[in-house]
């Protein structure tokens, strides 16, 4: 009688020490997961912007705070779940230490998204509208800015895209001036700054594209014009006389 209360009282220990560990906190010391994922594969647990997968800690569905770690011991992920998926908070690292990337929320229907390089020097810094950018921009390595848009806050219509160069010389940019009729300006530049073409570019809504309205100017690397031309919806309807 004594043996067998013994081993009912070991088991029972036994099976709540193993629901306690699946209870998973700050303070667990190693990995929760039954499976870790890569590094940049967490927004597949991101209900917030729209990731629908549900993860398991060995063999429960994920709840609280989250750990995972490298083989080296370094602190690969922390994050929050509810029900298996992240809905608050969440950052990753590379095995080095450095940041990964880092979300949070920043009211009911906008959160934040910033994404580093290896090194630390800032990759992306993105901002939804529920599971929208209405702000995005990447960088190059050596800091300088690649790419940059932002829509209104409705999410609606975009304001401005542009794109630079490594030196930090504007690409192209493609930016509203009337909202009403859905006109924005266009212009294109060679690498030393210098404007290659400049134009108007109507967005037609029924086929999701800009094209190509009114006068468009162009010029030579040497910054001499070149014969304008006339568009409508894409398509010359005048040109200039060389």
Known sequence: ??????????????????????????????????????????????????????????????????????????LKHRGFYVDGRLESVYKNYYDNGQLEREFAIKNYKKSTMNIYYPNGNKLSEIEYLFTEPIFWTDYYPNKQIEYTEKFDDSGEYILYRKFFYKTGQPQSSLVLIDKRNDIFEKIEYYPDGKVKEKGQMLFNKS??????TGKWIYYKENGEPLPEEQYYKNKIIDKADE
């Open 1 to 74: 009688m004594i043996l067998r209360f013994l081993t009912i009282h070991i088991l029972c220990n036994f099976i709540f020490l193993i629901s306690t560990f699946c209870q998973t906190t700050d303070e667990n010391e190693n990995n929760p997961g039954d499976s870790i994922p890569a590094v940049t594969q967490y927004e597949k647990y991101n209900k917030i912007l729209g990731g629908d997968s549900v993860r398991y800690c060995n063999g429960y569905i994920c709840k609280g705070w989250v750990k995972d770690f490298y083989k080296s011991q370094n």
């Open 207 to 212: 086929l999701g594209d800009y094209q190509k």
